[in-house]
């Protein structure tokens, strides 16, 4: 009876986040709807955790306690304005029209590559509850954290300040503790097993988004088989289960990014209102998801000059976009800088010209660990090795328009750890063997997806549904 219980309240925690976030979706698209029903789960899932962990937050900062109660009453008011506006919206557009229906038509090859995608995120989900928190990041960071946030009923300022706490890095963003304290509210307990359930719906959200974002350009069954291939990679099927931020982080990053590259034609609203909330909610899961925000803004703003469309309607979008960005993170930012919490990494003594240049001569071993990597078959199947080919034989599209932007992407966020690498203050061989690989699972879905545009889109200039 314990399971059927534990269960039903798992359920209803993940459920009402969901709930919450479809309805935040629909809101966005409610004229024309751009999504397949799966995706807009996916989309919910991650929306919907995002706004979550920043509910609680403001509720922590207005001393309200994290009771079930009151945490599910505050999702409630927001679901009912969601309603609200939605219902509102739909009133007021006469000419609304239900998408028509796609053709869900799978061969019996296409049933085969489904099943077996299905199977291994059913076995990642089993795998994720079968083992609790052991993995040190998981354990010392992010579930300690929840565990205090937990016991404490809100943020305590105390235990963030607490120097002899400083393992669990005070300064990293907040949305996976939390979400991990909403698991413990929920069960009535912590339970360092079943609140890794957050993360295989993570997982299924990421691969639900890659395949249907790179059917809109290649065929179904190619996207299949690259979806395929990306959920059998052993370093993104380990971390579907392990604890760390960084599969969360990966789907944000990814759909963020991707969203800019379906309306880049002519800037579509929801698209990149949707990519800006994901992009705040990557800085509110890792630090450097900050970064990845101020690359697409950047990015956003190029497409923008490079087709002239930089317009008045254009670039308050751009200013949106900006906008969102600032809602989802300023709170955290105001909050830890008046903590006095800083990052051990980037820092004023770190990040100056200076200890960059005195650092420089790292780059042979920054180097030659980002090639050990690139041949490290354990990990990565034949990924990087067939990446290599694909790029050599089509360089000229890799650096054109529009595929120019994801390939602009990639390079700024690896350029952006290189740097951390330049200036860190610890060891750089410990560094490099504690992070780098979760640095590559950051841009693997971005770059397997341009590996595949590349290779099988005939024409990428004529979006369209398929």
């Not at 609680?56 to 994290?66: A, D, E, P």
């Not at 992010?142 to 002899?164: E, N, P």
């Not at 469309?309 to 809602?327: C, D, E, G, S």
């Not at 061989?429 to 397997?448: C, K, Q, Y």
Request: proline share 3%.
């Amino acid at each position: 009876m314990s399971i059927i219980f534990n269960s039903l309240k798992l359920f209803l925690g993940l459920g009402l986040p969901m709930f919450l976030g479809y309805f935040i979706v629909k809101t966005f698209t409610y004229k024309k709807d751009p999504f397949n029903f799966l995706e807009k789960l996916a989309l919910s899932y991650g929306i919907g955790m995002g706004v979550l962990s920043l509910l609680m937050f403001f509720l922590s900062l207005l001393k309200i306690r994290f009771t079930f109660l009151n945490i599910t009453l505050s999702l409630l008011i927001i679901l009912m304005l969601c309603l609200f506006v939605y219902i509102r919206s739909n009133n007021k557009d006469s000419n609304y029209k239900l998408q028509k229906k796609q053709n869900l038509h799978l061969s019996f090859i296409d049933k085969i590559l489904v099943s077996i995608i299905s199977i291994i995120s059913l076995y990642v989900l089993f795998e994720a509850l079968i083992t609790p928190l052991v993995v040190w990041d998981s354990w010392a960071i992010y579930g300690f954290k929840a565990k205090a946030f937990y016991l404490d009923r809100g943020i305590s300022i105390d235990f963030l300040k607490d120097a002899t706490k400083s393992y669990m890095h005070p300064d990293y963003p907040l949305l996976l503790p939390l979400v991990e304290a909403w698991v413990y509210i929920c069960l009535g307990s912590w339970n360092d097993q079943l609140v890794k359930v957050i993360f295989p719906f993570y997982f299924i959200g990421l691969i639900i988004t890659f395949y249907y974002s790179l059917k809109y350009y290649i065929d179904k069954r190619p996207a299949l088989l690259f979806t395929l291939f990306l959920v059998t990679i052993p370093q993104l099927f380990y971390l579907g289960s392990s604890g760390y931020a960084d599969l969360p982080f990966t789907f944000y990053y990814f759909t963020s990014c991707i969203f800019i590259f379906r309306a880049y034609h002519n800037p579509d609203r929801k698209l990149l209102l949707i990519s800006g909330i994901f992009a705040g909610l990557a800085a509110w899961t890792k630090n450097e998801g900050l970064a990845i925000s101020l690359f697409n803004i950047f990015i956003l703003f190029i497409i923008m000059l490079i087709q002239g469309k930089m317009n008045r309607r254009n670039f308050l979008l751009v200013i949106q976009y900006a906008l969102i960005i600032f809602l989802i993170n300023a709170p955290w930012f105001w909050f830890k800088s008046s903590l006095g919490l800083y990052n051990s990494v980037v820092n004023s003594n770190t990040l100056n010209m200076v200890n960059i240049l005195n650092n420089l001569n790292r780059l042979p071993i920054i180097l030659t660990w980002m090639v050990k990597n690139i041949v490290f078959f354990k990990s990565w199947n034949l990924l990087w090795l067939l990446s290599i080919v694909i790029i050599l034989f089509n360089f000229k599209k890799i650096i054109s328009v529009p595929l120019l932007y994801i390939s602009l992407s990639l390079i700024l966020y690896l350029g952006i750890w290189v740097l951390i690498y330049i200036i860190t203050p610890y060891d750089i061989n410990w560094h490099l063997a504690t992070s780098l690989d979760r640095v590559f699972l950051h841009i693997t879905p971005l770059f397997l997806f341009l590996n595949g545009i590349a290779i099988l889109s005939i024409d990428i200039k004529t979006q369209g549904d398929r």
